[in-house]
């Protein structure tokens, strides 16, 4: 079936350190992937997404990395700083293309 | 542009109760997506609804229903709630392929 998931459900890095957030997912058909951060109390905030014909985007402070060859996805920040800290979900879109299947999470902590 | 709203944040209620949340997705955006995030499950896909229509369900029983209004405000609604459906409920409204998801409404059933 479909299904999205994370590596490592925490990451904690120093302050101005670069951060990378990994996540597989195993529906080959996919082709549309998205990043969130969640912080708490808040729904998810979109941060990134990337599509299928790409395998890099660049946001700010931010990159996604595709490798569809191995199925997975990357995030990664730049410098991070204390208010990355959230939890990050990755997402790609059903293949009716109007649902997203999350993995479950990665906790990011930064410390300064 | 105001983001996608939720009402009302909090909610608490009691067995076999029924529940209605509601969401007013951000200007312009005609689908509105619901899904439900538990600590267990995590973030799961509810329905999604387009121009006042059903376009997708996950795999959720008869007792959560969702509906869209004229003007793409959406309501869902739960029926005979059980201990297992606390859970934050998070409304997303897109125009294109990018969801953007409102604060959620936390449900606490007792």
């Known amino acids: 079936g479909e299904s999205v998931g994370l590596h490592l459900p925490t990451l904690s890095v120093q302050e101005g350190d670069n951060s990378i957030i990994n996540c597989a997912y195993s529906n080959s058909a996919s082709d549309y992937f998205i990043w969130y951060k969640q912080e708490s109390g808040k729904g998810p905030q979109f941060i990134i997404d990337i599509r299928s014909n790409m395998d890099k985007r660049q946001g700010q402070r931010v990159t996604v990395l595709l490798n569809k060859t191995v199925k997975h996805l990357s995030l990664q920040i730049a410098a991070t700083q204390p208010g990355d800290s959230a939890v990050y979900f990755c997402a790609e879109s059903d293949q009716a293309g109007t649902a997203l299947i999350f993995g479950k999470g990665t906790t990011l902590s930064v410390s300064s | 542009k105001a983001g996608v709203t939720q009402t009302p944040r909090y909610l608490i209620k009691t067995r076999g109760q029924q529940v209605t949340l509601s969401c007013s997705p951000i200007?312009?955006?005609?689908?509105v997506s619901w899904y439900q995030q538990t600590p267990g499950q995590g973030l799961q896909f509810l329905f999604e609804?387009?121009?006042?229509?059903?376009?997708n369900k996950g795999n959720f029983p008869g007792r959560f229903s969702g509906r869209q209004f004229s003007n793409s405000r959406s309501e869902m609604n739960v029926s005979t709630l059980e201990l297992g459906d606390s859970a934050l409920y998070l409304c997303a409204s897109r125009n294109q392929e990018t969801q953007y998801f409102g604060p959620g409404t936390r449900l606490l059933v007792l």
């Open positions: 609804y387009f121009s006042e229509t059903q376009r």
């Open positions: 200007s312009g955006h005609r689908s």
